[in-house]
Structures are given as structure tokens and as C-alpha cells.
């Protein structure tokens, strides 16, 4: 089993930032790719940013410019620094790692959700 720890989510202005943490733990042969998704009341949940093992990222055009996802693989976490934030970045974001079980073996996971609201 991968237990998945996130951190860091809370109330903050417009126009400010905030840095939310995913640590994992557990039966991790190796990580695939580490990222972060957002779901808003009444709506999807959406991709944020990803980040494979190789360094590649992706990022919702939406949050293009203003979020930056990064990972310590040494500590299997993964980072996610939002600038310039807008009341429409208020969800629950929810941080999904897809790993290698074993050397033939693929699994995913997902954390608990931290709540970040921008609101003044």
C-alpha cells in the first residue's frame, strides 16, 4: 500500500500564494509521475500539473504562468507553488501519483484533498 500526505492548503487572498506538499509513502518500486488535480463544487475534478519521473511537465492552461509543480525524489514528495491566485482556483486539490509496483506492475493513487480557498 502508498499512503499519500498532503500539506499546505488554506485561506489566502487575491493575488497571493500558496505552496501545497504531497509526500508518499510505502511499496513504491519506482514513480512514474507525480501531480496535482482541483475539483470545484459543481464541477469535474481537472488536471492541474503533472510532473513525469523524467522531469516533464503539464500544466492546465489555465493556471499556465502562475503554478509551478516540482518533486524530491529522494523524499518521493511533490510540490506545488501557486502564484497570482484567483477566486476561481478555490477547489480541493488532490495530489495522484502513478507508480511501478513491482517491475511489471502499475498502480495509482490518490490523497485525501487539501482545501485551498482565495477569497478576500
Known amino acids: 500500500q502508498v499512503q499519500l500526505v498532503e500539506s499546505g492548503g488554506g485561506l489566502v487572498q487575491p493575488g497571493g500564494s500558496l505552496r501545497v506538499s504531497c509526500a508518499a509513502s510505502g511499496s513504491i518500486f519506482s514513480v512514474v509521475r507525480m501531480g496535482w488535480y482541483r475539483q470545484a463544487p459543481g464541477k469535474e475534478r481537472e488536471m492541474v500539473a503533472v510532473i513525469t519521473s523524467e522531469g516533464n511537465t503539464d500544466y492546465a492552461d489555465s493556471v499556465k504562468g502562475r503554478v509551478t509543480i516540482s518533486r524530491d525524489d529522494a523524499k518521493n514528495t511533490v510540490y506545488l507553488q501557486m502564484n497570482n491566485l484567483k477566486p476561481e482556483d478555490t477547489a480541493v486539490y488532490y495530489c495522484?501519483?502513478?507508480?511501478?509496483?513491482?517491475?511489471?506492475?502499475?498502480?495509482?493513487?490518490w490523497g485525501q484533498g487539501t482545501q485551498v480557498t482565495v477569497s478576500s
Open positions: 495522484n501519483i502513478f507508480i511501478r509496483t513491482s517491475s511489471i506492475r502499475f498502480a495509482t493513487y
